[in-house]
């Protein structure tokens, strides 16, 4: 039964994936801002139509730091069932591996028997570099390096093509890197997950008393975001749900959130952002100032409009072989919405079609006969199906009078009758020989009788 449903989940992830990958791609408008950004790579995404609205070296390659536990989470609930059942203990060598990184740690002890979802809360919540290893190597069958060649290929099947990671936690690593693009594909794979919304947008997390420790503990979260009461509210913003936080010298701050406000949904990754500023000081947190200003521009400046409606007439083909009837009317075969500045019109989308230059009846209502592809300022949105707008029989006249046509015009045809034709001449010519030879054969008979 394990086995099955095993299968079962192994089944609904690569469909998911599928769907992320797809959707991920469907829309893209970037806009233009009027203010500068201190991360080095961002991308910003409608999540409601999956629209990437905005960029900035969203391919280049970048080091995560602890935005890498995204992944980590994923791949651990994609190979443990029950989350909140499944116990593990954490072994001597997660304090091994991490003394002297200078790693955030959740407090987790040498021995203590937690949950794998107890785990994760430790993990994502206080950025534990010593729950992720500790998740890492119970989901790697004890060895954390087993688990990373998981991770890698989840990154695979998520297609990020400019993704690698060499550990789990996120220390630096010359080897281990993503981009912004790679790390929304990531993101948006994981908001699906059990749990994972519910455990990011914590503002701390309290541990149970267990068999290492008599009182219960709390961590806190590292996200400035979610939490009005941390420097003076500098970087709070009411509408930010979730979702990592990442720093250390080579990677500089890395933030990973989303936001909802008035029905509308994004998601943000922000990258790169220079760890010292110049007078020295590692408090200024300039990736939750870009995340904040980038969502407050979106909500401000962009709205979702109806670019399609399913029916649209979106063009006409010839149409061969239907009596009484020449062209066919082809319809847009689904719904398309996108984001656009408020001040611009659906109407400014360019539509191209692409349709043959004819179809033969008979047509069915419904049946795919061309695409349409959408764009706006010069950038490709989407491409829609377009259909038969109505069912269309054919002529059985038409066709055989046009196949008689075909067949008389054909070049093998012209090629039989010029031979034909050939060899009429040729034995008309022989015939006229033949009858002067005889005509002159009785003359000279006649001639002789004489």
């Known amino acids: 039964?394990?086995?099955?449903?095993?299968?079962?989940?192994?089944?609904?992830?690569?469909?998911?994936?599928?769907?992320?990958?797809?959707?991920v791609?469907?829309?893209?408008?970037?806009?233009?801002?009027?203010?500068?950004?201190?991360?080095?790579?961002?991308?910003?995404?409608?999540?409601?139509?999956?629209t990437t609205v905005y960029e900035k070296n969203a391919d280049e390659r970048l080091e995560p730091a602890s935005i890498t536990k995204i992944m980590t989470y994923a791949v651990v609930c994609d190979h443990?069932?029950?989350?909140?059942?499944?116990?593990?203990?954490v072994s001597e060598n997660v304090n091994n591996e991490l003394t002297g990184t200078g790693s955030s740690m959740s407090g987790i002890i040498v021995g203590e028997e937690l949950s794998v979802l107890?785990?994760?809360?430790?993990?994502?919540?206080?950025?534990?570099?010593?729950?992720?290893?500790?998740?890492a190597e119970y989901v790697g069958g004890g060895d954390w390096h087993d688990f990373v060649d998981m991770m890698n290929e989840k990154a695979e099947e998520l297609g990020c093509e400019d993704t690698h990671f060499a550990n789990p936690h996120g220390l630096h690593d010359d080897d281990h890197y993503t981009t912004p693009?790679?790390?929304?594909k990531i993101?948006?794979?994981?908001?699906?997950?059990?749990?994972?919304?519910?455990?990011?947008?914590?503002?701390?997390?309290?541990?149970?008393?267990?068999?290492?420790?008599?009182?219960?503990?709390?961590?806190?979260?590292?996200?400035?975001?979610?939490?009005?009461?941390?420097?003076?509210?500098?970087?709070?913003?009411p509408y930010a749900v979730g979702i990592k936080t990442g720093s250390h010298d080579e990677a500089g701050y890395c933030l990973v959130s989303t936001a909802v406000k008035n029905g509308y949904n994004y998601l943000c990754v922000a990258m790169g952002c220079p760890y010292y500023t110049s007078d020295g000081s590692t408090n200024?947190?300039?990736?939750?100032?870009?995340?904040?200003?980038?969502?407050?521009?979106?909500?401000?400046?962009?709205e979702r409009q109806s670019v399609v409606s399913e029916g649209d007439a979106l063009g006409e083909v010839k149409l061969e072989y239907a009596w009484d009837q020449d062209r066919l009317q082809v319809v847009a075969a689904s719904d398309f919405s996108t984001i656009l500045p408020t001040s611009v019109e659906a109407s400014s989308i360019v539509v191209?079609?692409?349709?043959?230059?004819?179809?033969?009846?008979?047509?069915?209502?419904?049946?795919?006969?061309?695409?349409?592809?959408?764009?706006?300022?010069?950038?490709?949105?989407t491409t829609v199906d377009l259909v038969a707008a109505e069912s269309v029989e054919r002529s059985n006249l038409l066709h055989t009078i046009s196949q008689i046509r075909n067949v008389v015009t054909s070049r093998w045809f012209l090629v039989i009758v010029g031979v034909i034709l050939l060899l009429l001449v040729i034995y008309i010519i022989l015939a006229l020989i033949y009858n002067r030879k005889k005509n002159k054969l009785k003359k000279v008979k006649k001639f002789r009788r004489m």
């Open 25 to 50: 791609t469907a829309g893209a408008a970037t806009f233009s801002i009027d203010f500068d950004l201190e991360s080095e790579g961002v991308v910003l995404i409608n999540l409601d139509t999956n």
């Open 1 to 23: 039964m394990k086995k099955i449903q095993k299968l079962l989940r192994t089944v609904v992830s690569l469909a998911v994936c599928c769907c992320l990958a797809l959707s």
């Open 352 to 381: 191209e079609t692409d349709l043959p230059d004819s179809v033969e009846a008979p047509v069915q209502k419904g049946q795919k006969v061309g695409t349409a592809t959408l764009s706006y300022a010069g950038q490709e949105l």
């Open 181 to 184: 693009n790679d790390m929304a």
């Open 187 to 237: 993101t948006q794979y994981a908001l699906n997950l059990p749990h994972f919304t519910e455990i990011t947008n914590q503002l701390y997390y309290t541990l149970r008393a267990t068999n290492k420790s008599a009182e219960p503990r709390t961590v806190y979260s590292t996200n400035r975001m979610l939490n009005q009461n941390i420097d003076n509210g500098e970087y709070y913003y």
């Open 80 to 89: 443990v069932e029950d989350l909140e059942g499944t116990m593990t203990t």
């Open 284 to 302: 200024h947190h300039g990736e939750m100032l870009d995340s904040r200003n980038l969502y407050e521009w979106a909500f401000d400046n962009l």
């Open 118 to 135: 107890e785990l994760l809360n430790l993990m994502m919540v206080p950025s534990g570099n010593d729950a992720a290893l500790a998740l």
